[in-house]
């Protein structure tokens, strides 16, 4: 929104009126409209292919919407309303955009509530196939975070000049820069910042925590977030007996673990690798090498390459424990090499990961398509 709205361009945004916030405000970034969302069409999302529910209760929105306001373009953010899109472009003329955050079909293949039986009868993963590829053969523009996601959408046979990357890079101007730290000798501190599930591979990292206590490289792990897997997670911390080595945050804003990111030695985004992670990336890595921690990622397409070419950190095969423990003990053993990832990765964000290179990119997009 800032961005667009400071090239001089109107911007409205409809989403879900969570609390008591007001259903019609006016920011300094733009208009935002609200509304309620009951507890049905939020559940029934996940089958909205089958069901118009969800449907239904966008469409209503956005006619109404369009009723007050005449708009040269519709932004629709990730795949399940890309439908929405397509109809308002039909009926109002409007341009449609499609920005796909992630790869949706693999996403739901793997999440938790579409696997049991009620969520596989309502949410297949040939019918997001299907659909996906409808609506990026619909849409006027897709917009993707990395070049791996480009490469995929292009190879459903989507035109290369439709498909822009324009990534989640960080807003260096909104981001409280912590104080880092000297290295302390005497233990290696690792952080991990975010969701807590399955596919975030936090189980590796614990079993990685513990052969790392049988190696007597003393070590602590800050762990930080929420998630369907947490009680898993301290349940294998038992199981294991690091309970000395790894502190359970629970979810936590930044302002109240600032000084775990002052204190941190390495950073971590351990994800599992799949169809899904290999076509998007966090915007966590970004605040890691601003903020000047050393970073260790799994073997995820995106996690590599930009770890790779910005010198910031290293990679190891997510299911791999005994590869990520070597790493951490080495880094542990020759602390001079932290020093080298420190330097590069803040200036790769300085020069080309920060979001006035990519706000720029989409002020200029959607220049383009006037």
């Keep these: 929104m800032k961005a667009l709205t400071d090239a001089g361009n109107d911007v409205h945004v409809a989403c879900v009126q969570k609390g008591g916030e007001p259903l019609n405000e006016k920011t300094i970034y733009g208009m935002v ?4 969302m009951s507890k049905f069409i939020y559940k029934s999302s996940v ?3 089958k069901f118009p529910f969800y449907f239904n209760y966008w469409r209503r929105f956005v006619d109404d919407l369009f009723a007050q306001e ?15 899109g397509y109809e308002a472009k039909i009926k109002y003329g409007t341009i449609f955009v499609l920005d796909l955050f992630e790869n949706w079909p693999v996403l739901l293949q793997l999440s938790t509530h579409t696997n049991t039986l009620l969520g596989k009868i309502l949410s297949t993963y040939n019918q997001w196939v299907r659909y996906e590829k409808e609506m990026c053969e619909l849409a006027d523009r897709v917009i993707v975070v990395v070049e791996e996601a480009k490469t995929r959408i292009e190879a459903l046979g989507i035109p290369p000049y439709k498909v822009v990357v324009i990534s989640n890079t960080l807003d260096i101007g909104q981001f409280d820069v912590p104080q880092r730290k000297a290295f302390n000798a005497s233990v290696i501190r690792m952080l ?29 792990f800050d762990l930080v977030g929420g998630g369907s897997y947490v009680e898993n997670i301290k349940s294998l911390i038992a199981e294991l007996q690091v309970q000395d080595n790894v502190t359970v945050h629970g979810y936590k804003p930044y302002t109240q673990i600032r000084d775990l990111y002052e204190s941190a030695n390495i950073a971590l985004i351990p994800h599992v690798k799949s169809g899904h992670t290999d076509n998007t990336i966090p915007n966590k890595i970004f605040q890691y090498m601003y903020a000047e921690i050393p970073t260790i990622v799994s073997n995820c397409n995106p996690l590599v390459r930009i770890i790779n070419e910005t010198r910031s950190g290293l ?3 997510y299911d791999q424990p005994e590869e990520l423990a070597a790493i951490v003990a080495d880094l542990y053993e020759h602390p001079e090499k932290l020093d080298e990832y420190i330097k590069h990765g803040r200036q790769a964000v300085i020069d080309k990961y920060n979001w006035k290179v990519d706000g720029r990119k989409l002020v200029e997009f959607y220049a383009g398509l006037s």
Aim: hydrophobic letters at 40%; one cysteine or more.
């Design 47 to 49: 089958g909205v292919l």
């Design 70 to 84: 005449h708009f040269d373009a519709i932004h629709i953010c990730d795949l399940p309303l890309a439908k929405i």
């Design 315 to 317: 990679s190891y095969h």
């Design 33 to 36: 409209h609200r509304k309620p």
């Design 192 to 220: 991990y910042v975010g969701g807590i599930n399955y596919h975030r591979g936090i189980q590796y990292v614990i079993k990685a925590i513990s052969i790392l206590k049988e190696k007597n490289v003393p070590v602590h």
